[in-house]
């Protein structure tokens, strides 16, 4: 399935389920007024869902002066495999992690957290970011911060209609609390469900994908392992404060504190699998 199809199909999903929102607690008005804010929305996920994911960890800007280790690989790569250069953000987190987000590989960032850099070699740094640039070649990206953007608003919409209930649920005639009701009830109980199933939908595969894509790059598939085994050992140690709706966009899925819906089915493949799909090895080999 290609990664137009995939965006296309997103953005219809989340346009109809607006829609249904604003039908189930505005009638015709509301699901009119939906369809309008919907536009925005999809305009919006489009656009800036990039600027989105970075702003909300917080992530900075940084010039090969900055940080010449970083800046340096990536520049290296991206020659290699003749992919423009993407910019390079550094997440203010000593929790390790990476992810890369952007429209297309001529708009894209990469992001590393400051709890990386000290973790990792060279050679394993090298993998995480080569992996992420192998998100770039496949385009994952564009999918992906859609995604969070859309699993954000969706989520978002279970919580309106959950309110709703609580503080307009007696007001109306029957036929109110029989229709628009009822499609109430059905979002805050299908909205988080719909947001999993996008993350799940664009998730696990391209891991897979950016995986081998980033140990053939580099040519060292026992790097990319090693830095895998130590970024989820670690982040076990140092939980990474995520949203559910952007776990799907990192190396390795964020430790959600707390307890809630997104955080019960994972976005990711087992670590241990991942591991032995690149070196045919135990991940306990590793650790």
Do not use: C
């Not at 209609?161 to 036929?175: K, L, Q, S, V």
């Not at 009830?185 to 909205?191: C, E, P, Q």
């Not at 090693?226 to 949203?243: C, D, F, M, T």
């Amino acid at each position: 399935m290609s990664n137009i199809f995939k965006t296309t199909l997103l953005l219809t999903v989340m346009t109809l389920l607006l829609m249904l929102a604003g039908r189930a607690f505005g009638g015709q008005n509301g699901m009119l007024m939906a369809l309008a804010f919907a536009a925005v929305m999809n305009f919006v996920s489009y656009f800036f869902s990039d600027k989105i994911a970075l702003a909300m960890y917080r992530a900075q800007p940084i010039t090969r002066e900055d940080l010449p280790r970083v800046y340096n690989i990536v520049e290296r790569l991206a020659q290699k495999v003749s992919l423009p250069m993407p910019k390079v953000y550094v997440i203010p987190t000593d929790s390790p992690n990476a992810f890369a987000t952007g429209r297309n590989p001529n708009h894209a960032s990469v992001a590393v957290t400051q709890g990386i850099l000290g973790l990792l070699t060279d050679d394993e740094l090298e993998g995480v970011l080569a992996h992420e640039l192998g998100h770039v070649r496949n385009r994952d990206i564009l999918i992906s911060s859609i995604a969070a953007t859309l699993a954000g608003a969706i989520t978002f919409l279970a919580h309106i209609a959950r309110w709703g209930m609580i503080f307009g649920g007696g007001r109306g005639g029957r036929d109110d609390r029989d229709g628009g009701g009822i499609a109430a009830i059905a979002m805050i109980f299908l909205a988080p469900f719909a947001a999993m199933l996008i993350q799940l939908a664009v998730s696990r595969s391209r891991e897979y994908g950016a995986d081998d894509t980033g140990a053939h790059w580099t040519g060292n598939p026992y790097a990319l392992a090693s830095a895998l085994a130590k970024i989820e050992a670690y982040s076990r140690q140092r939980p990474l404060v995520a949203s559910p709706s952007t776990a799907h966009l990192f190396i390795i899925q964020p430790f959600l504190g707390g307890m809630s819906f997104g955080n019960l089915f994972s976005t990711h493949p087992p670590t241990a699998k991942r591991i032995e799909r690149l070196t045919g090895r135990p991940a306990e080999f590793f650790q």
